[in-house]
């Protein structure tokens, strides 16, 4: 049982490149979250998915796209990057129910200079 | 809406006093609350949680915390700090009801010092 996953670990982009952030879990969750952590800012949700099929905006989404591709994935999306997207980026998901708590991936560290 | 303030950015203290780390909450509703930890370089985990029940909940590694209604807190306390204790910890608070995310607060930073 992995739990949430992320790929890549590290990535260095230049300005104005793409990637995308893959993320997976194997705990048969319903909803599934892109956070971002920046120095003193905590994190800050990007994007959710409440469920397959769903997806909605939170906190910061501006210059991101998702994807809930199935159950399992979430992938986030830079379609340009910008230094400020420079973070570290967590996924996570969680089951559904009365007092659901977040299992979180190991994060991914991007850097764009 | 939901918001946490977590009191004190870093807090930093002896091996075997004390730690205490503060959590404030506002939120319409009677709410669950959370404390994660994070190690360096690595993603949160669940330290504890209350949901319902006993106000004072008890976690992994030593730690607890006390819901308190009339304080709107839920402060985070292990009798004897360890060296490694040292670590993000961050509050969150969710509702009870409805499928939207946690709200987390910005973190404090504890050190230990030998």
């Known amino acids: 049982n992995a739990g949430v996953t992320q790929t890549p670990k590290f990535q260095v982009l230049k300005t104005g490149q793409s990637m995308t952030l893959q993320c997976a879990q194997d705990?048969?969750?319903?909803?599934m979250y892109w956070y971002r952590q920046d120095p003193g800012m905590g994190l800050r949700l990007i994007y959710y998915s409440a469920s397959e099929g769903t997806t909605d905006k939170g906190e910061v989404p501006n210059g991101y796209n998702v994807s809930r591709l199935n159950k399992r994935e979430f992938s986030l999306r830079l379609e340009s990057a910008a230094p400020s997207q420079t973070s570290v980026y967590f996924c996570?998901?969680?089951?559904?129910?009365?007092?659901?708590?977040?299992?979180f991936g190991p994060g991914t560290r991007l850097t764009v200079t | 809406a939901q918001s946490v303030t977590q009191l004190g950015s870093h807090v930093s203290v002896s091996e075997g006093a004390l730690v205490l780390l503060r959590c404030n909450y506002s939120s319409s509703v009677p709410p669950y609350l959370f404390w994660y930890v994070q190690y360096p370089n690595q993603g949160l985990q669940l330290l504890l949680k209350?949901?319902?029940?006993?106000?004072l909940v008890k976690g992994i590694n030593g730690f607890e915390a006390e819901f308190k209604k009339s304080e709107t807190s839920f402060h985070l306390t292990k009798p004897s700090a360890h060296m490694s204790d040292a670590a993000e910890y961050f509050c969150?608070?969710?509702?009870?009801?409805?499928?939207?995310?946690?709200?987390f607060g910005k973190g404090t930073r504890l050190s230990v010092i030998a």
């Open positions: 209350y949901t319902t029940g006993a106000t």
């Open positions: 969150a608070v969710s509702r009870v009801s409805g499928n939207t995310p946690l709200v």
């Open positions: 996570a998901s969680s089951t559904d129910g009365t007092a659901y708590e977040q299992y």
């Open positions: 705990m048969n969750h319903n909803s």
